[in-house]
């Protein structure tokens, strides 16, 4: 059974980094041939795309209100993806999601209702 299970979330103060997880355990579930991405969602706001890496690990994608602060990668070998966050703002105070599929990378983003495999989420707060 497929699995995604995400880690690294936690309370910190504005300015500050966190690191996030995302590991892929079960069946054939290789995120070498996944797209792997993050998601989060605010209290009373729409989950919201965050970032994501292609099967390959070329290309990634962020969202504007994360870029140039936030950095996405993936460990083939460990099977994980991570989510590098630095000068945290309040803003960013969410769950976060990871998630993955096997679809093109644009429609990932774009269709999150149609995202096969979801982590359950970790809490990230920033304090002002």
């Known amino acids: 059974q497929e699995q995604l299970v995400e880690s690294g979330g936690g309370l910190v103060q504005a300015g500050g980094s966190l690191r996030l997880s995302c590991a892929a355990s079960?069946?054939?579930?290789?995120?070498?041939?996944?797209?792997m991405g993050w998601f989060r969602q605010a209290p009373g706001k729409e989950r919201e795309f965050v970032s994501a890496?292609?099967?390959?690990?070329?290309?990634?994608y962020y969202a504007d209100s994360v870029k140039g602060r936030f950095a996405i990668s993936r460990d083939s070998a460990k099977n994980t993806v991570y989510l590098q966050m630095n000068s945290l703002k309040p803003e960013d105070t969410a769950v976060y999601y990871c998630?993955?599929?096997?679809?093109?990378?644009?429609?990932?983003?774009?269709?999150?209702?149609?995202?096969?495999?979801w982590g359950q989420g970790t809490q990230v707060t920033v304090s002002s």
């Open positions: 079960g069946g054939a579930f290789s995120i070498s041939r996944y797209v």
């Open positions: 890496i292609d099967w390959s690990g070329t290309d990634k």
């Open positions: 998630a993955s599929d096997m679809m093109e990378t644009q429609f990932f983003m774009t269709h999150m209702g149609n995202i096969a495999y």
